[in-house]
């Protein structure tokens, strides 16, 4: 049952008129607020007064509209699997907006080639609605797809399948449908045209770029529209073992810049190790039937489902790094050019192995989101950046540099480190993650599952260790902002403002203040209508 929040011995006039207005769409009793309170990484934090969960954009832009009429903050949030405080309330007076019902696929257009989702739609459900279609977004999802929303990896970017070949999200949008700070419902692109459909971003100034990557600052995505490609009909899968992260990079950037590879990625022996998403893998006959349906034959398939079976992940661990790559063409012999290829350059300085690891990630792509915790229950949280692809190897010279001399710091606290490496369009991305013994969050259970987290529930928790990744992640951003890197999944994590030159900050501030000017869409990311104005 829901009830008011109280304030000062009674109830919250703002939440009242939501409840009100929305009914059950609103929740504000204790344990849904100390949910929404936390992130991936980041809690306890400032409890919302209420979540709301909206089924439509109108009721969406009704939550606004009462929040922005009673001075209270929103908070967009979509699938939740985001670690920088982007869905977490910075001031005490603010709700939070759920998309996770506004999850319908509005249309799918094979003629014009674009898809229109709600905000909410996961990535797996979006993939589902085009099965059959022979069609697919040029950026298909994160790995997290089963949960992750399209609405919120536009508004933090995002990249994984697809994105080797055709980089982030941002490249498949073409408008969005957006509830401004006061309530309006506004789209972007020729759908906000007079009779027009939503086939083209062009047409004027590019509206839907504002919105992209502002993790919900501007506004609260309701819509998506994005192009569809033909999917690939021939796929081949390699993988490859490197005695250094600089060989791995190097045959990576090569591979990038003749467009070979349709998403890869690299990892090191200790991702190998701890990742629970990498180690599914050696559990290979539950994933038999979905392995099958890869062959070009039935035998076929279930024979490579018998090799990922019996090959399980031990011989990832015999190598220092180890790469993953997903090749696709329109023809097997277009197909096999470019597998000739891709194994020329990491013939090079690398040793190829049997690529059980992209083929059952292929196989099944949106998994459940095991890999938010260690493989033995360990919390999990990553870091990143993007740098030009001709700066690969400078990067990765000082990233090992700057581990190998904090070692004995995550010794000290009992961290574990390791790394990924991408290359996105043409970005060279990188990513050290961190695990370590601390307690397990509703959260965690909840995207999980309770029947694999049940044995690490009672964890105490690790707030000295917590602190000490939290100051280690600081240090990384530090370091990759001193090599020119860019970060997505600005929020309220990562340094923004510091790094912008001032007129560029003054030109955002401005728009903040057009579309936003009582600050209540997300106070603080972006380090915009934020008190204190710093990072």
Same mark, same amino acid.
């Given at each position: 049952?829901?009830?008011?929040?109280?304030?000062?011995?009674?109830?919250?006039?703002?939440?009242?008129?939501?409840?009100?207005?929305?009914?059950?769409?609103?929740?504000?009793?204790?344990?849904?607020?100390?949910?929404?309170?936390?992130?991936?990484?980041?809690?306890?934090?400032?409890?919302?007064?209420?979540?709301?969960?909206?089924?439509?954009?109108?009721?969406?832009?009704?939550?606004?509209?009462?929040?922005?009429?009673?001075?209270?903050?929103?908070?967009?949030?979509?699938?939740?699997?985001?670690?920088?405080?982007?869905?977490?309330?910075?001031?005490?007076?603010?709700?939070?907006?759920?998309?996770?019902?506004?999850?319908?696929?509005?249309?799918?257009?094979?003629?014009?080639?674009?898809?229109?989702?709600?905000?909410?739609?996961?990535?797996?459900?979006?993939?589902?609605?085009?099965?059959?279609?022979?069609?697919?977004?040029?950026?298909?999802?994160?790995? =997290?797809?089963?949960?992750?929303?399209? /609405?919120?990896?536009?508004?933090? %970017?995002? *990249?994984?399948? #697809?994105? $080797? !070949?055709?980089?982030?999200?941002?490249?498949?949008?073409?408008?969005?449908?957006?509830?401004?700070?006061?309530?309006?419902?506004?789209?972007?692109?020729?759908?906000?045209?007079?009779?027009?459909?939503?086939?083209?971003?062009?047409?004027?100034?590019?509206?839907?770029?504002?919105?992209?990557?502002?993790?919900?600052?501007?506004?609260?995505?309701?819509?998506?529209?994005?192009?569809?490609?033909?999917?690939?009909?021939?796929?081949?899968?390699?993988?490859?073992?490197?005695?250094?992260?600089?060989?791995?990079?190097?045959?990576?950037?090569?591979?990038?810049?003749?467009?070979?590879?349709?998403?890869?990625?690299?990892?090191?022996?200790?991702?190998?190790?701890?990742?629970? =998403?990498?180690?599914?893998?050696?559990? /290979?006959?539950?994933?038999?039937? %979905?392995? *099958?349906?890869? #062959?070009? $034959? !039935?035998?076929?398939?279930?024979?490579?489902?018998?090799?990922?079976?019996?090959?399980?992940?031990?011989?990832?661990?015999?190598?220092?790094?180890?790469?993953?790559?997903?090749?696709?063409?329109?023809?097997?012999?277009?197909?096999?050019?470019?597998?000739?290829?891709?194994?020329?350059?990491?013939?090079?300085?690398?040793?190829?192995?049997?690529?059980?690891?992209?083929?059952?990630?292929?196989?099944?792509?949106?998994?459940?989101?095991?890999?938010?915790?260690?493989?033995?229950?360990?919390?999990?949280?990553?870091?990143?950046?993007?740098?030009?692809?001709?700066?690969?190897?400078?990067?990765?010279?000082?990233?090992?540099?700057?581990?190998?001399?904090?070692?004995?710091?995550?010794?000290?606290?009992?961290?574990?480190?390791?790394?990924?490496?991408?290359?996105?369009?043409?970005?060279?991305?990188?990513?050290?993650?961190?695990?370590?013994?601390?307690?397990?969050?509703?959260?965690?259970?909840?995207?999980?599952?309770?029947?694999?987290?049940?044995?690490?529930?009672?964890?105490?928790?690790?707030?000295?260790?917590?602190?000490?990744?939290?100051?280690?992640?600081?240090?990384?951003?530090?370091?990759?902002?001193?090599?020119?890197?860019?970060?997505?999944?600005?929020?309220?994590?990562?340094?923004?403002?510091?790094?912008?030159?001032?007129?560029?900050?003054?030109?955002?501030?401005?728009?903040?203040?057009?579309?936003?000017?009582?600050?209540?869409?997300?106070?603080?990311?972006?380090?915009?209508?934020?008190?204190?104005?710093?990072?």
């Amino acid at each position: 049952m829901n009830e008011h929040v109280d304030i000062a011995g009674g109830r919250h006039p703002g939440v009242a008129a939501l409840q009100d207005a929305l009914g059950g769409k609103v929740r504000a009793d204790d344990q849904t607020r100390d949910f929404y309170a936390n992130d991936v990484f980041w809690q306890p934090g400032i409890r919302p007064l209420a979540i709301v969960f909206p089924s439509s954009a109108g009721d969406a832009a009704t939550a606004v509209r009462i929040a922005a009429d009673n001075g209270i903050a929103v908070v967009p949030r979509g699938g939740g699997m985001s670690y920088t405080k982007g869905y977490l309330p910075a001031v005490e007076d603010a709700i939070v907006i759920d998309a996770c019902d506004l999850d319908s696929v509005i249309e799918v257009n094979t003629d014009d080639l674009y898809v229109t989702v709600e905000a909410g739609c996961t990535w797996a459900g979006l993939d589902k609605a085009l099965e059959g279609t022979g069609l697919r977004t040029g950026y298909w999802g994160p790995l =997290s797809g089963i949960n992750a929303t399209v /609405g919120g990896a536009l508004s933090q %970017n995002s *990249a994984f399948f #697809g994105s $080797t !070949l055709n980089a982030t999200v941002a490249e498949s949008v073409i408008g969005l449908s957006v509830v401004l700070p006061d309530g309006t419902l506004v789209t972007t692109g020729s759908g906000g045209r007079r009779d027009t459909k939503p086939f083209t971003r062009e047409g004027g100034p590019d509206l839907t770029g504002l919105f992209l990557g502002d993790t919900g600052a501007l506004g609260f995505k309701t819509a998506a529209t994005l192009r569809l490609w033909p999917k690939p009909l021939a796929v081949g899968f390699l993988s490859f073992g490197f005695r250094s992260m600089a060989d791995m990079a190097g045959a990576q950037v090569a591979m990038a810049r003749e467009r070979l590879v349709s998403e890869g990625f690299g990892i090191d022996r200790t991702k190998a190790s701890h990742s629970a =998403s990498v180690n599914r893998i050696s559990d /290979g006959l539950k994933v038999l039937g %979905n392995v *099958a349906k890869t #062959g070009k $034959t !039935l035998m076929g398939g279930i024979k490579d489902a018998a090799a990922v079976a019996a090959g399980g992940t031990s011989f990832l661990k015999k190598h220092e790094f180890t790469l993953h790559l997903v090749l696709e063409a329109r023809n097997d012999d277009e197909l096999a050019v470019s597998m000739a290829r891709a194994r020329e350059i990491c013939a090079d300085a690398g040793t190829e192995l049997d690529p059980s690891v992209p083929r059952v990630m292929r196989s099944k792509p949106f998994g459940p989101v095991r890999g938010m915790l260690g493989l033995n229950g360990e919390r999990w949280v990553p870091i990143h950046a993007v740098f030009p692809m001709g700066d690969w190897r400078k990067v990765v010279e000082a990233n090992d540099a700057f581990f190998a001399e904090r070692k004995p710091f995550m010794d000290e606290h009992g961290i574990v480190y390791s790394v990924m490496s991408l290359t996105v369009g043409n970005e060279f991305f990188i990513e050290p993650a961190f695990y370590w013994h601390d307690e397990i969050t509703p959260l965690h259970v909840q995207s999980v599952g309770e029947d694999i987290t049940r044995p690490w529930l009672d964890r105490p928790a690790n707030p000295a260790a917590r602190q000490a990744v939290a100051e280690l992640r600081d240090a990384t951003q530090q370091l990759y902002i001193s090599l020119g890197g860019v970060n997505w999944q600005v929020a309220r994590d990562y340094p923004f403002r510091s790094v912008l030159n001032p007129p560029t900050w003054d030109l955002l501030s401005a728009i903040k203040r057009s579309v936003d000017p009582n600050g209540i869409m997300n106070p603080g990311s972006l380090g915009l209508a934020d008190p204190s104005q710093s990072n």
